[in-house]
């Protein structure tokens, strides 16, 4: 198992910019693949960005192409999600989820391929 714990989000100007990271706990990090989600009030789990477990793939949602980029540190056991060019819609709350896999390249785009979730963490973007 593996536990996910977010943090970095907070309130911010459009155009701004945010960092959120999620450690995991566990010795087995570099076995999941990883994703970032978001969910805004009234509205359902949206897909942001996934990395696979060597790092070396990524996905991105065209929502957030261009103006964020996902990574991982394996040696660190944490994911992060660097955020650019922030807007008002990208208000939500933000989560990161682990996939247990085999392979080492292969990310998921879909919420029901991961197994294990952090707790979310706000992101507020003001006009």
């Known amino acids: 198992q593996v536990q996910l714990v977010e943090s970095g989000g907070g309130l911010v100007q459009a155009g701004g910019s945010l960092r959120l990271s999620c450690a995991a706990s566990g010795r087995t990090f570099s076995s999941y693949a990883m994703g970032w989600f978001r969910q805004a009030p009234g509205k359902e789990r949206e897909f942001l960005a996934a990395?696979?477990?060597?790092?070396?793939?990524?996905n991105y949602a065209d929502s957030v192409k261009g103006r964020f980029t996902m990574s991982r540190d394996n040696a660190k056991n944490t994911v992060y999600l660097q955020m650019n060019s922030l807007k008002p819609e990208d208000t939500a709350v933000y989560y990161c989820?682990?996939?247990?896999?085999?392979?080492?390249?292969?990310?998921?785009?879909?919420?029901?391929?991961?197994?294990?979730w952090g707790q979310g963490t706000h992101v507020t973007v003001s006009s």
């Open positions: 990395v696979s477990r060597s790092g070396g793939n990524t």
């Open positions: 989820a682990a996939a247990f896999l085999a392979s080492s390249i292969t990310i998921r785009t879909t919420a029901a391929a991961y197994g294990y």
